[in-house]
Each structure stands twice: as structure tokens, then as C-alpha cells.
Nanobody, 125 residues
Framework: VQLQASGGGLVQAGGSLRLSCAASGRAVDNYVMAWFRQAPGKEREFAAGITRSGKSRLYSDSVEGRFTISRDNDVNTVYLRMNSLRPEDTAVYYC???????????????????WGQGTQVTVSS
């Protein structure tokens, strides 16, 4: 499966962005999906994940209440709506797909089999 992330950009603190992750090759409704992010000089970290059906979501403490992950399996796309953005949200954002039978999104990068190319989000103060 190929994942294509888009929607990043430059935004002022307090602003919003919506990231999209379009999948091709295979239907994403077979996969748990997640968004990770990596700031300069830091390790890639989990931001949000969503189950195959979209009924359950998991967020890191740093984005809980500000970010919303969703999916539309009919168009093979996963979204990340980001509100109340902060300068510390600046990072490259990656979408990822987990092909295992795992139900709950994992927060570990090693559990994801496919990755998108990343999209840059920059939040100015």
C-alpha cells in the first residue's frame, strides 16, 4: 500500500490545519491507521491513532483535546484535524498503517508497516 500525506503548511499559533493521508494499492479499512510526528533533533512520536472502523481513537497527551483523527474508508483516506496549534507542534507529520490483527492503535513506530512521505507543519509564535 502507498500512503500520500498532504495538507501541511505554515500557520500562526492558535490556527488550524487539516492533514490528509490518501492510500492506494489496498483498501485501508483493513488497517489501523495513525499519525506520528518528528520535530528536528527529536525521535518520531505518536500523535493519534484510529481503529479500522473509526469507532475508537487514541491520542497522545500533548495533542488530546486539540487534534482529531478520522477516516473515510470509502475514499481510502485518513485525516488529522489540528486546532489550537502551538509552536511546539512544529514537525514533519507522517501517516502510518498497521497490517497486524491488533485492534487498538499502537504508539510504537515498530508496529507500523507502511509510512507516508511526511508533510511539514510549521507553527509560528
Amino acid at each position: 500500500v502507498q500512503l500520500q500525506a498532504s495538507g501541511g503548511g505554515l500557520v500562526q499559533a492558535g490556527g488550524s490545519l487539516r492533514l490528509s493521508c490518501a492510500a492506494s494499492g489496498r483498501a485501508v479499512d483493513n488497517y489501523v491507521m495513525a499519525w506520528f510526528r518528528q520535530a528536528p533533533g527529536k525521535e518520531r512520536e505518536f500523535a493519534a491513532g484510529i481503529t479500522r472502523s473509526g469507532k475508537s481513537r487514541l491520542y497522545s497527551d500533548s495533542v488530546e483535546g486539540r487534534f482529531t483523527i478520522s477516516r473515510d474508508n470509502d475514499v481510502n483516506t485518513v485525516y488529522l484535524r489540528m486546532n489550537s496549534l502551538r509552536p511546539e507542534d512544529t514537525a514533519v507529520y507522517y501517516c502510518a498503517a498497521d497490517l497486524s490483527p491488533r485492534y487498538t492503535p499502537s504508539t510504537r513506530t515498530i508496529h507500523y508497516d507502511y509510512w507516508g512521505q511526511g508533510t511539514q507543519v510549521t507553527v509560528s509564535s
